[in-house]
Each structure stands twice: as structure tokens, then as C-alpha cells.
């Protein structure tokens, strides 16, 4: 059974701190990893960036365990958000490093690309993600720069992910955890 969770964060630092534990703990269980970088920071930025949080991050990168990809090469692949597109990576993705001998696919992938009238494709995108996730076997962390996203949009976003976190101000605060919830109703 698959992970679906969402990380709303304020800064670049709370969010490669995180996502720096979240791949070394892929690493640990031979998990391949795939980061859809932020369009602030581009591929090249994000490599250096994570690189000061994971050592040996080029090695992991050069034994084909680890990938960093623009979010123009998954969401935006035609000019516009078209979700059947990374939806259908995602489950190619997972078929592919399960054949190559990996116990699952670890990935995240940033939102702070998406423009607000594309706001309702993204929530429905989630929803479908979170079928193939949980169905799968995927360790997923949306994120989410908190500039961009109101408490709203962060609040509908839980009915697609069982963990909702918060990385703001030095904290990191458990907002939605639904995980309990469905390991008791099953």
C-alpha cells in the first residue's frame, strides 16, 4: 500500500530539509527516487541545493537511484496541464523501477508552477494520483509553497492525501493524519 502525502511549506530551506530525509529514507529500504523540482530552483538548483543535505547525492544520481526532473518535463509537457499525462508517467514510472529490481518509488513532485486557474485541475489531478499511490507501490510527498496556497486550498487538498504537513516558521505541525482513520475502518 502506498504513502499520499502533502507538505505545505514556507521556505526553500524547511523544504529541503525535509525532502532531504524523505530520499535518504528511500534510499534505505532500495527505493527509487524521482524529485519533480520547484520551478524556482530548476533541475541544476535543486541538485546543488539537495546535494548540502545528502551525501553522496551525485553517486546516487550516477547509479541510476535517484532522478531530478523539471516540472515542465512532467506537468507541462505540451505547454499546458493536461493531468492524464503525469498520471500516466507516475504508473509507468512505478512498473519501471519495480522490473529494474527497486523495492518502490519514492517521489516528489512541487506545485508552485501551477497557476490558479489550473487550482481545480491539480485538485482533481490529486485525486487520481491518489489511486494509483495507494494502489501501488509509491512513497509520494506533494508539495507546496504556502505564498501560493491559502489554508483553503491546503484544506481540500487533505481529501487527497492522509498526511497533511506544515513546515513554517521553524515548525513542522501534523495538520490532517488520516492514516489512522483508514488502518482502524479496515
Known sequence: MGSHTCLSYEHEEGLLEL??????????????????????????????ALGKKIKGLDNYIKDGKFELVSHKDVYLKDGFFDSAKPLKLLAQKEKDVLKRGFSGLRISGDAGWLPDEEWEKMSLYEKEADKIISGGKITALCTYPSAKFDTAKLFRLSFSHKLVISKRKGRTDILMDKRDIFNSAF
Open 19 to 48: 525532502l532531504g530525509s524523505f530520499f535518504e529514507q528511500g534510499f534505505k529500504v532500495n527505493e527509487f527516487c524521482l524529485w519533480v523540482v520547484p520551478c524556482l530552483l530548476g533541475v541544476e538548483g535543486a541538485k546543488s
